[in-house]
Nanobody, 114 residues
């Protein structure tokens, strides 16, 4: 089973930027679509952005124009560049690989606060 490890979270001021990374084990990474989800306290886990195995992207309306998802199949790594961060972006961010069953990382905390 593939393992996913997120990194790059932290505390940032409103208007700041962070770059999340998701490293995958194994050799199946390049065959599957991937995505980033987030879950704020007391709320459900929602999709933030997805990317197909050949690079087609899709974003939640709330992050369009601010976040950018990308992947490097040679490095089995996916990224989420987050710019113009807002307090409402505060959440635990999870990466996922759309295998069956779906694979999830352990999550990384992003806190946007002054």
């Amino acid at each position: 089973q593939v393992q996913l490890v997120e990194s790059g979270g932290g505390l940032v001021q409103p208007g700041g930027s962070l770059r999340l990374s998701c490293a995958a084990s194994g050799s199946i990474f390049r065959f599957y679509a991937m995505g980033w989800y987030r879950q704020a306290p007391g709320k459900q886990r929602d999709v933030v952005a997805t990317i197909t195995n050949n690079g087609i992207t899709n974003y939640a309306d709330s992050v369009k124009g601010r976040f950018s998802i990308s992947r490097d199949n040679a490095k089995s790594t996916m990224y989420l560049q987050m710019n113009s961060l807002k307090p409402e972006d505060t959440a635990v961010y999870y990466c996922t690989l759309f295998t069956t069953p779906q694979s999830w990382g352990q999550g990384t905390q992003v806190t946007v606060s002054s």
